[in-house]
């Protein structure tokens, strides 16, 4: 769908990295447990903070190792530009490439529907909230 490939239940592979955009209410559920476990009860955010109320105006993308959801991020769009925002990978996998592999994966997709800046939030450990930044694409 979009472009994004999807995992495949012939894939025989556990530990190969998939991506797909999120495109029913199962998928959005999937994004709220992986958010709430690296976010609520990993690093302790407010919930009000997390679910700000954005999730139903923004496109998910979901990162898969093998069969099992490790990850996701979302994707807003705004009059001149797009923002990258709430990329959540739980513990286990930060080690691989499925974050790199879903920044890619929404890049491309911006850039087809398309804008050409894209925003993110850069964390930044010397300051408690993480700086913006938007780039040319």
Do not use: D
């Given at each position: 769908m979009h472009?994004?490939?999807l995992p495949?239940?012939?894939?025989t592979n556990p530990r190969?990295?998939?991506i797909r955009i999120a495109r029913d209410p199962n998928d959005l559920m999937l994004v709220t447990a992986i958010r709430a476990a690296v976010y609520l009860?990993?690093?302790d955010c407010p919930i009000e903070e997390e679910f700000d109320g954005n999730d139903l105006v923004a496109a998910h993308f979901i990162g898969f190792v093998g069969k099992e959801p490790v990850a996701c991020l979302r994707v807003r769009f705004f009059g001149e530009f797009a923002k990258i925002e709430r990329l959540a990978v739980r513990h286990r996998y930060r080690r691989s490439r499925v974050s790199f592999k879903l920044v890619q994966a929404?890049?491309?997709y911006i850039k087809r529907k398309g804008f050409r800046k894209c925003a993110a939030a850069l964390p930044n450990p010397a300051i408690p909230r993480p700086v913006a930044a938007i780039a040319q694409m």
């Open positions: 472009g994004t490939r495949s239940s012939t894939n190969s990295i998939s009860a990993e690093q929404s890049v491309e």
